[in-house]
């Protein structure tokens, strides 16, 4: 397991396990189609949608908090008053959706192999995949993965009030069988790919 590293020509790259790279790949899909989920809207007689107008010059027309926890972390109320926190998710929500959802593109289309034929249910036909990040894109990384983290604190209770006991405290007392301790250890790896990445920027 390596972080990211500069090469001799400063570009900045990583070289993923298989295995790594599908855990990065089927994390950053979820995120995608998580945010992909916005209410329909009602139909025009042109086929188009209020919300695809409206969409058009970044408003939308939904202003209530997220139902899904995973999404309100990623999309919180910018006010504790409910009628100011509404006017602003109306005129900033689909835009932060789509730069979210552009930050995850971005990790996954660095991933994945450049196959029209490449399964993602499939495992990598190769031990070790080398990617290196595009000029301009290293933010988007570092965002992307920020969502990542963000979904799964929320998934693993992490940052909320109940949450007492640090969080190595929590993991060691996880028996080997609990699903969740794998997540725990993705969570702490993802944290650890940032670290790495913010140290060469």
Do not use: C
């Amino acid at each position: 397991m390596s972080g990211f590293l500069r090469s001799g020509d400063e570009k900045i790259g990583i070289t993923l396990s298989s295995q790594e790279a599908h855990v990065l790949i089927n994390l950053t899909e979820q995120i995608i189609e998580l945010l992909g989920e916005e209410d329909g809207g009602s139909h025009l007689s042109d086929g188009h949608t209020v919300d695809d107008l409206m969409r058009m010059v970044g408003i939308s027309t939904n202003d209530a908090p997220p139902i899904d926890p995973v999404l309100l972390r990623l999309l919180p109320s910018a006010y504790k008053n409910a009628e100011q926190s509404a006017e602003f998710r109306r005129y900033t929500e689909h835009g932060l959706r789509e730069k979210k959802r552009a930050n995850a593109m971005t990790i996954r289309e660095a991933l994945i192999p450049q196959d029209e034929d490449w399964d993602n249910d499939s495992p990598l036909d190769v031990a070790h995949i080398t990617t290196v990040i595009e000029a301009g894109d290293e933010l988007s990384w570092l965002a992307g993965m920020n969502d990542i983290r963000l979904a799964l604190a929320v998934r693993l209770d992490i940052g909320v009030e109940k949450d007492t006991k640090p969080q190595h405290e929590k993991y060691e007392l996880m028996v080997e069988s609990d699903p969740m301790k794998a997540v725990y250890a993705v969570y702490a790896w993802i944290g650890w790919l940032q670290e790495s990445l913010l140290k060469l920027l």
